[in-house]
């Protein structure tokens, strides 16, 4: 007798036998599904397995395919299953040559955020029978009282609005669905497993972890660089002429410029330069220290750190707003540019948005 046994951790293998009759089946669930970011610069000719555009609206996930004819004249078919609808749209007679962003924008519902490349497979449109069954049911036997009514209904007032009632029902039936019940569901079929089409972005581990990794080193950067103290104390770390807070200051920046144009891999290997980088340059900042200022302005930048501390915990607002502009005003007087400007020191006191690096905003709207 065949038994249902334990399910196995994704990494493990297949369950054999345990004994002579007892074999034991278990269920292996799909690998991790990896899309690959791809440009909104590429062209439709570079479609070679399907993409899936990720938007900013009421349908999110957009699979963009060929159409099963091959191209012909430069021009092909493209098949546009929608998340939120129950059959593909087709778009005939587009160029080859088109850019991917250019055709998102033209035919595609909400604003395009991301494509991805998926693994060699199609789409497959799984549609609920049951619920058709049950809409049609509905709707035949509402029609079905129409005779009924037209036969024993001698008021025509009545008559009409019964007639009117019914038919009502029978179109709500067939055109409206519970919202959590979909007439269809789309699946994506790959030599390695079935994924739903809603979840074709939830499991990008690569991806996640390298984003995970650079998060986490944003976020250890933008604790020192809110603290006006370590700003004083550790400047070869705010110094982008040092040449190991060159390599990280260049390494992050090609994170926020380039990294959703890369691959998975790529994602990865710039992830760790960024750990490595930060990592080497804060070792390099805590070594060096304040040495790194002019001698001239080691004594005074100590002064300011001893302000700003006092600035930053007391809890006297008189006390505190000396301290501030003391402390700033040995910071100007300085003349660093990898020192916080006294409007920076008041920013870091009070809590504002700071620079994330030398020249650059955390984020487009700060600037």
């Given at each position: ?7 196995l ?8 036998s345990?004994g002579?009759?007892s074999?034991?089946?278990?269920h ?7 899309p690959h970011p ?6 439709l000719a570079d479609?070679t397995t399907?993409?899936v ?7 999110p996930?957009?699979v ?11 021009r092909?078919?493209?098949?546009i ?5 129950a059959?593909?749209?087709?778009v005939d007679?587009?160029a080859?040559?088109t850019?991917?962003?250019d055709?998102t924008?033209t035919?595609?519902p ?10 060699p497979?199609?789409l497959?449109t799984r549609?609920?029978l ?8 509905v709707?035949l036997l ?5 005779p009924f009514i ?5 008021d025509?007032s009545?008559?009409a609005l019964l007639v009117?009632a ?13 919202r959590?019940?979909r007439p269809?569901?789309h699946?994506?079929r790959?030599g390695s497993?079935?994924?739903p089409m809603?979840?074709l972005l939830?499991?990008r581990?690569a991806l996640?972890?390298?984003t995970d990794?650079?998060?986490s080193?944003?976020e250890?950067y ?6 006006v103290?370590?700003?004083?104390e550790?400047?070869?770390l705010?110094d982008?002429?040092?040449?190991t807070?060159r ?9 926020d ?6 691959d998975a891999a790529e994602?990865s290997?710039l992830?760790?330069r960024?750990?490595l980088?930060f990592?080497?340059?804060?070792e390099h ?6 040495n790194?200022?002019?001698?001239s302005?080691r004594?005074p930048?100590a002064r ?5 501390r006092l ?10 707003d000396s301290a ?11 003349m ?13 006191i009070?809590g504002r948005?700071v620079?994330a690096l ?5 984020r487009p709207?700060?600037a």
């Open positions: 007798m065949v038994c249902a046994g334990p399910t951790p994704k990494s493990g293998p297949v369950g054999k345990r002579p009759t074999p034991i089946l278990v292996v669930p799909n690998p991790p599904l990896d791809v440009s909104f610069r590429v062209t479609m399907p993409w555009v990720e938007s900013a609206g009421a349908d996930l957009v963009l395919e060929i159409a099963g004819v091959a191209p012909r004249g430069g092909t078919r493209i098949r299953t929608t998340l939120g609808r059959d593909p749209t087709f007679d587009v080859l040559d850019e991917l962003g055709f924008v035919h595609l909400g604003r395009p955020l991301r494509a991805f490349r998926l693994p497979g199609h497959e549609h609920n049951r619920l058709g069954l049950a809409r049609a049911g709707a509402s029609l079905s009282s129409l037209l036969s024993f209904m001698p025509n009545w008559r009117a019914v038919v009502t029902v029978a179109v709500v039936a067939m055109a409206v669905y519970p959590r019940m269809a569901r699946v994506y790959s497993g079935v994924w809603s979840l939830d499991e581990p996640h972890a390298a990794a650079v998060e080193v944003k250890e933008g604790a020192l660089l809110s603290d103290v370590q700003r004083i550790m400047p070869a705010f982008p002429a040092v040449e807070t390599r990280f200051t260049s390494a992050i920046i090609q994170w410029d380039s990294g959703p144009d890369m994602r290997t992830a760790a960024v750990r980088t990592r080497a340059a804060r900042a805590e070594t060096v220290g304040m790194h200022l002019p001698e302005a004594e930048a300011a750190a001893k302000a700003l600035a930053a915990s007391t809890t006297n607002a008189g006390e505190r501030l502009r003391h402390g700033t005003e040995i910071l100007d007087s300085l660093l540019y990898y020192l916080p400007r006294a409007s920076e020191a008041d920013a870091m009070t948005p620079l030398p020249g650059r905003r955390t709207e700060d």
